[in-house]
T-cell receptor, first 114, second 118 residues
């Protein structure tokens, strides 16, 4: 089957370092990707999105890169802070019969050490 | 707070009992999604509504599960004859259908309802 998955389940970084969280997808029909941050006991929080006609998109301290050739997505967080500690999910959205339903991968736990 | 609201936040129930959860989406959002999330996993899609119409249901949504969105605003998710395997976080999300030029809009999630079946 086709799925969204993450390479690393846990990423530990020092405060101030840059973090890179990777995600592989296999559904070539996906045309929209979203990164979510989920803190313990809370619902996923939207971080940034990117359409398949783009390679890169930047937000505040975050950058998402999309490589459609190898079906790879990454989230870069600059100057990581303790408040960035959370589980990060990539989600792909594929049109199915006119519907767009986000499909999530397993997630990567980011741990930021002060 | 104008985000997605879910009630209750926590629910403990005995096996075999029925439970109902409520989701109030962001007011102008016409799409509403239900997901289930177990520990260490990403959210799994259950079903979604566009306005009051339930347009898609996952195979995860057994016949013990039913969702409604009667007036196209709030939604309820009911689980009948709960089983221990139903223990999970139930998440609701809403989004606004975009224009034909920009059909992709992100979904905003609520805080979830954590169900524990004992």
């Amino acid at each position: 089957g086709e799925s969204v998955g993450l390479h690393l389940p846990t990423l530990s970084v020092q405060e101030g370092d840059n973090s890179i969280i990777n995600c592989a997808y296999s559904n070539s029909a996906s045309d929209y990707f979203i990164w979510y941050k989920q803190e313990s006991g809370k619902g996923p929080q939207f971080i940034i999105d990117i359409r398949s006609n783009m390679d890169k998109r930047q937000g505040q301290r975050v950058t998402v890169l999309l490589n459609k050739t190898v079906k790879h997505l990454s989230l870069q967080i600059a100057a990581t802070q303790p408040g960035d500690s959370a589980v990060y999910f990539c989600a792909e959205r594929t049109q199915s019969g006119g519907s767009y339903i986000p499909t999530f991968g397993r997630g990567t736990s980011l741990i930021v050490h002060p | 707070d104008t985000g997605v609201s879910q009630n209750p936040r926590h629910k403990i129930t005995k096996r075999g009992q029925n439970v109902t959860f409520r989701c109030d989406p962001i007011s102008e959002h016409n799409r509403l999604y239900w997901y289930r999330q177990t520990l260490g996993q990403g959210p799994e899609f259950l079903t979604y509504f566009q306005n009051e119409a339930q347009l898609e249901k996952s195979r995860l949504l057994s016949d013990r599960f039913s969702a409604e969105r009667p007036k196209g605003s709030f939604s309820t998710l009911e689980i009948q004859r709960t089983e221990q395997g139903d223990s999970a976080m139930y998440l609701c999300a809403s989004s606004l259908v975009g224009t034909p030029m920009d059909p992709n809009t992100e979904a905003f999630f609520g805080q979830g309802t954590r169900l524990t079946v004992v």
